[in-house]
């Protein structure tokens, strides 16, 4: 209501009634209500297009591999860098670390890690460690395996397991070997148990294809069991000086029979050679005197006065003393002795 000076009551009527201005009041409250909405909306999609923007970028560090799944199936597998995703969960990213070479011990357990690392056995690990040799020997063996995701799809689909699916074949794998092996085989020969086991166990692995690579497999330890760990330890004495002595022996053998066989062919040898050298001779021998003889035939004066001469050059060069002998004595002629009589003078001197 105003005020009016020309009314005797001093007022004035309402211009609106209560209806108008109880619409008008409601009116106005809508109107800031949707405005509120408005707002509200707007903040809802600022908050969803950051939290989009925040989880749709996702970095994959070196080394590792992301396995991209939308709505839980497998897409694509990307290298380590920066990569983007479709948010709000209709993308999920699996990291798998293909580089890491992760350890599988068997027979024993880490009890405490570090520069002096602790093991201890408890019942599964002497369970699965306690194995039959085909000589019906026990034996308790620890090995360890090493192996690298290499495929993550595979890794992280083909197997439901794969962890638990390396141990149950390790542990086949290394029961079928020791069983075909005797104890003193597998003890003196690790290294080709070690090859053998890695084949045979990448081998099942791969026909699984399961995307692991076994890196390394070792035998750790691998004694008898400690109940007859004893006997054993004298059984392997026994075997040790066994050979010992079979080594001397043999080193023995090896020195002397190479010596005496030498020694054999060098007689044999020799008398090859003497036996050579004296058919020769004979064989010269021979053909000489045929030669000579063909010539007595030829003329018989002048071969017998060669053959004189000849005899007499080479017996006079080799005589001492010289006796000239007249046909006609019945006696020998002293000659004068010059040596003797060299002597005397000398001694009379």
């Known amino acids: 209501m105003s005020w009016d000076p020309n009314n005797q009551g001093g007022f004035q009527g309402p211009e609106k009634d209560i209806g108008d201005m109880i619409k008008q009041a409601r009116s106005g409250f809508d109107s800031f209500k949707k405005g509120g909405k408005n707002i509200w909306s707007l903040v809802l999609i600022v908050f969803l297009i950051v939290i989009g923007a925040l989880t749709a970028a996702y970095t994959v560090s070196a080394g590792h591999r992301g396995v991209v799944l939308r709505f839980g199936k497998y897409t694509s597998t990307v290298m380590p860098g920066l990569h983007f995703k479709i948010p709000f ?3 999920r990213v699996i990291d798998v670390h293909t580089d890491k070479v992760d350890t599988e011990t068997f027979g024993f357990k880490s009890v405490k890690a570090g520069v002096r690392s602790k093991f201890d056995k408890d019942v599964v690990s002497e369970r699965e460690s ?11 063996m620890e090995w360890i395996i090493q192996y690298r995701r290499q495929d993550p799809k595979k890794y992280l ?15 086949s794998v290394i ?9 003193d085989y597998i003890l003196q020969n690790r290294e080709e148990i070690n090859r053998l086991f890695q084949d045979q166990l990448q081998g099942i692995l791969d026909e699984y294809d399961s995307g692991i690579r076994i890196i390394n497999v070792r035998l750790q330890n691998v004694v008898p069991p400690n109940e007859v760990k004893d006997a054993f330890n004298e059984v392997n004495t026994a075997q040790q000086e066994k050979e010992r ?10 020195r002397e029979i190479p010596q005496a066989r030498g020694e054999a062919e060098r007689v044999i040898n020799g008398a090859r050679g003497y036996a050579i050298e004296r ?6 021998e021979t053909a ?25 050059r080479e017996i006079i060069p080799n005589a001492k003393q010289v006796y000239v002998i007249d046909s006609e004595q019945k006696t020998i002629l002293p ?15």
């Open 89 to 91: 969960g209709v993308d």
């Open 157 to 171: 689909f083909n197997v439901h397991d794969p962890i638990q699916t390396i141990r149950d074949i390790s542990e």
């Open 130 to 140: 306690l194995m039959l040799t085909r000589d019906l020997n026990v034996i308790d």
């Open 245 to 254: 002595l079979i080594n001397q022996a043999q080193e023995q053998y090896n």
């Open 288 to 312: 000489r005197f045929l030669d000579v003889l063909k010539e007595y035939h030829m003329a018989k004066d002048v071969t017998k006065t060669r053959l004189y001469l000849e005899t007499y």
């Open 335 to 349: 000659l004068l002795d010059l040596d003797k009589l060299t002597q005397k003078q000398g001694g009379a001197k």
């Open 175 to 183: 029961r079928r070997i020791v069983g075909d092996r005797s104890f």
């Open 279 to 284: 058919i020769n001779n004979a064989k010269g």
